[in-house]
């Protein structure tokens, strides 16, 4: 095995379904040992790109290489070495969830005494030693991603695929799947992870892909790509909402660019290039408008922002 | 924990012993269910003995049956029917899986590809025999018996087990294709006629005409005559092919079913990784 090569790479991996084109010529490298986010909305080609990744799903062309591994060619040396947590809780409802590490353990060849003990471990690693003895369908939605993402862990897989982890948990779940994710990645496993939520992936990736349309449009660290819109950002908040108009109209004249208005937040935002000068400008001439406002903040751009920026462009173009 | 050794079996030697593993550990965690709902399963037994009783003794007075005894003429179509209604907890399992991505997990295992059908079918076929056992000795109760010779009974329990297999095909193929476990009500609306329109319950030509050349054709008729005859319990004469030549027929019949459901099951099976 090659243990010094990227943990996962993707070469020009296209898939159609009828007339839907799922993947459009997907790229992708991730070093070994490192947390790398997939970002995209529904329907970005997230989904078929980790089964891609992980055996489920043949491509039309293109190959993909995993622990340097060829995903269709080598399809078992990679499920050896490959753990998934998809979108459901794929375990087993009527069993219990020590009877569930114990089976999926079993089917990976460990014989019955090492198999009972990695359940064990396992239970106790995500606390669920308690609740061990208990048929999974009476588990809390928390507590069956737990025993999912441990199931994925038995053979203590060097790459770990995470499809949209957290989606329909509580933020007290989703918070546990995230300190889960780093404890991993501390450790040293390979995580490649696909999220629809921004703050997600710039909380636990080093490395994140903006998918559209079945490619990727966009590739950075969560900093390098705040930075590809260049600017940062000054937010205004103006005391009376019926004086948003009119401080969009200032933010505009001074940073040159159309503001935008969040109402609700009584909110107007703008990038702007100059920083200080920006803002002691701005500053003077909500003033002079007779604007009171209520903050006036520089703040470095979300990702939520850099999506819309990025996807946007890709429409123009 | 100590590093595992990634063993991919080369020859088809060590595939064959993935496969046998494999498929035992998916036995196994059927009987694991049964296990931990021992209710659900003694309620799957008494179901088909509640139907026998039923028809035993609350419609068996109103009925004749040719040759007299109510009771052994409706013994083995209730053997053949339960074997039908198998077709119900195949399909569940199947598509439960299906449908929360524990098939999923499955095939990103390491593990032979062999096993969920395997396993599917040998924790189904070890159903169908306790189910049978269950009317057997329901059936020694309230007066059936077999009159055939030893040999001549484990035939039919044969030909019974084998509509089973057909049935367990069937199964996996519908729950593949309808992947919702909720579909099952539909399942359930077309076993019980399939159930009524065969010679079950009553003979086929107390039928009009062409009904009764219609549930003489059924696959389950088939099985029921067969069973009939080898146990040596009342049975009825019939024009029909079917009717004439029930030994063949009820081979015929599941034997089709399995050749037809199969290797579609396989290509569905395979699909799922379009």
Do not use: C
């Amino acid at each position: 095995m090659n243990r010094t090569g990227p943990a996962v790479v993707a070469e020009d991996l296209r898939k159609r379904y009828g007339d839907t084109v799922a993947l459009d010529g997907f790229d992708l490298t991730v070093p070994a040992g490192t947390v790398h986010g997939l970002l995209g909305p529904n329907g970005a080609g997230k989904t078929t790109a980790v089964r891609i990744l992980t055996t489920l799903t043949r491509p039309d062309s293109g190959t993909a290489r995993i622990a340097g591994y060829d995903v269709r060619r080598q399809a078992m040396e990679v499920r050896y070495r490959i753990g998934l947590v998809g979108q459901h809780a794929a375990v087993d409802e009527i069993l219990t969830g020590r009877q569930n590490l114990v089976l999926f353990g079993r089917l990976q060849h460990l014989g019955a005494a090492t198999a009972e003990r990695r359940a064990e471990e396992l239970l106790a690693t995500f606390r669920l030693t308690e609740a061990a003895g208990r048929p999974v369908k009476e588990y809390s939605g928390g507590m069956r991603r737990r025993l999912d993402l441990a199931a994925s862990l038995i053979l203590a897989p060097p790459v770990l695929f995470l499809d949209e982890p957290t989606t329909g948990l509580d933020p007290r779940g989703r918070n546990e799947m995230w300190d889960a994710v780093r404890e991993l990645a501390d450790a040293g496993t390979t995580v490649l992870l696909t999220t629809q939520y921004l703050d997600e992936a710039d909380q636990l990736a080093e490395h994140i892909s903006v998918l559209d349309g079945g490619r990727v449009i966009a590739d950075g660290t969560p900093d390098e790509l705040k930075r590809r819109i260049g600017a940062d950002r000054l937010d205004v908040v103006v005391h009376d909402t019926a004086d948003l108009p009119a401080a969009a109209e200032v933010v505009r004249a001074v940073a040159g660019a159309d503001a935008e208005t969040e109402p609700d937040r009584r909110r107007v935002s703008v990038p702007v290039r100059d920083r200080m000068a920006a803002l002691t400008e701005l500053v003077r001439a909500l003033d002079d408008a007779g604007i009171a406002a209520e903050d006036v903040a520089l703040r470095r751009p979300t990702l939520d922002e850099v999506f819309l920026h990025l996807t946007k462009k890709e429409v123009h173009s | 924990m100590s590093t595992p050794t990634f063993v991919v079996p080369g020859t088809p030697r060590e595939r064959l012993r993935w496969a046998v593993a494999d498929g035992w550990m998916m036995t196994r965690r059927d009987l694991m269910h049964w296990a931990n709902q021992p209710g659900l399963v003694v309620a799957g037994l008494l179901f088909p003995v509640m139907v026998m009783l039923m028809f035993g003794y609350l419609f068996g007075g109103a009925m004749s049956a040719p040759g007299g005894n109510y009771r052994e003429f409706l013994v083995p179509g209730v053997l053949a029917l339960s074997m039908v209604f198998g077709i119900e907890a195949t399909f569940t399992a199947i598509s439960t899986d299906v449908a929360r991505g524990v098939t999923d997990r499955f095939r990103s295992l390491p593990m032979a590809s062999s096993a969920v059908v395997v396993g599917r079918s040998a924790a189904d076929l070890l159903n169908a025999v306790l189910t049978l056992a269950a009317l057997v000795a329901a059936g020694l109760a309230i007066g059936w018996r077999w009159h055939g010779g030893l040999a001549a009974a484990f035939a039919a329990f044969g030909l019974l087990l084998l509509l089973r297999l057909a049935m367990l095909w069937m199964g996996i193929y519908l729950g593949l294709v309808l992947r919702s476990a909720e579909s099952v009500m539909a399942l359930q609306i077309l076993v019980w006629p399939l159930g009524f329109l065969s010679n079950a319950f009553v003979p086929p030509g107390t039928m009009p005409g062409w009904l009764g050349t219609a549930v003489e054709w059924n696959p389950l008729s088939a099985t029921v005559a067969a069973t009939r005859e080898l146990f040596g319990n009342p049975a009825w004469a019939g024009e029909s092919w079917p009717a004439q030549y029930p030994l063949l027929t009820a081979l015929l019949w599941p034997a089709l079913f399995i050749a037809v459901f199969a290797p579609l099951s396989i290509r569905r099976y395979r699909r799922l990784s379009r």
